[in-house]
């Protein structure tokens, strides 16, 4: 597997220069400084135009940047694009991070990349962790997706039917389209009149018993 594409941002550049050395080796690591007047869309396009595996952002970008956003925003702003993108919110203003963010989950002090701390190295491998699930629950998808997508529309049943969908759903919340389902199979008049023959034959098989 290739080494996972990890980007950091943040605006000032001694915390840049700690992070790029708390990192080094592990991950291929691109740096995105937020200057003056950095605009969010134009970050956000960037970032997803490069196809991270994980986000990590600064909390505090306006603190020595004039920027409309911190990194709370910029984190919200990507996960409306991919919504299972890795992401996390390093702060040294922990409550303040806590009290705006949409998933408390995503925010790490920035003590936890002290060599002295005995749990840097379980950050590293968290970030790790993160990746290889995000990368296997998306190739599982679109492998599954595919196999169905082979099957020709006459053929597919309605449980293979709504599984095409909501794989195709769940690799589309990722900000792409697998552009493998024929459209009758997402029609959803059809998946309407699917469920309710569905639905039919289930009260026949229960009156039939």
Same mark, same amino acid.
């Given at each position: @597997? ?6 950091? !941002? ?7 220069? *700690? $992070?790029? #050395?708390? /990192?080094?080796?592990? $991950?291929?690591?691109?740096? !995105? ?11 956000? &396009? ?53 009290? /705006? ?10 003590? =936890? @990349?002290?060599? &002295?701390? &005995?749990?840097?190295? @379980?950050?590293?491998?968290? =970030? ?9 629950? $998306? #190739? ?9 997508? %082979?099957? +020709? /529309?006459?053929?597919?049943?309605? %449980?293979?039917? @709504?599984?095409? !969908?909501?794989? &195709?759903? *769940? ?13 009758? =199979?997402?029609?959803?008049? +059809? =998946? ?10 289930? %009260? ?6």
């Amino acid at each position: @597997m290739n080494k996972a594409r990890l980007i950091y !941002i943040d605006e000032d550049p001694e915390d840049i220069d *700690y $992070f790029q #050395e708390f /990192v080094h080796g592990r $991950f291929d690591l691109e740096v !995105i400084r937020i200057e003056n007047d950095s605009e969010l869309e134009e970050v956000v &396009d960037g970032i997803l135009h490069s196809m991270p595996d994980a986000v990590i952002s600064d909390f505090m970008l306006n603190e020595k940047a004039t920027v409309g956003f911190n990194g709370q925003a910029l984190l919200e702003q990507l996960q409306r694009h991919n919504k299972h993108l890795p992401c996390f919110l390093l702060t040294s203003h922990a409550p303040g991070a806590l009290e /705006v963010t949409h998933d408390a989950r995503l925010v790490q002090s920035k003590a =936890i @990349m002290s060599a &002295d701390s &005995d749990l840097s190295e @379980m950050f590293l491998l968290q =970030i790790g962790k993160m990746i290889v699930d995000y990368r296997d629950r $998306f #190739e599982s998808a679109e492998r599954e997706l595919n196999a169905l997508a %082979q099957i +020709s /529309v006459g053929d597919i049943t309605a %449980q293979q039917r @709504m599984r095409a !969908i909501e794989l &195709d759903n *769940y690799i589309e919340e990722h900000g792409l389209s697998s552009q493998a389902l024929p459209n009758e =199979i997402k029609d959803e008049r +059809s =998946i309407e009149l699917l469920a309710e023959l569905i639905l039919h034959v289930d %009260q026949l098989l229960e009156k039939n018993k």
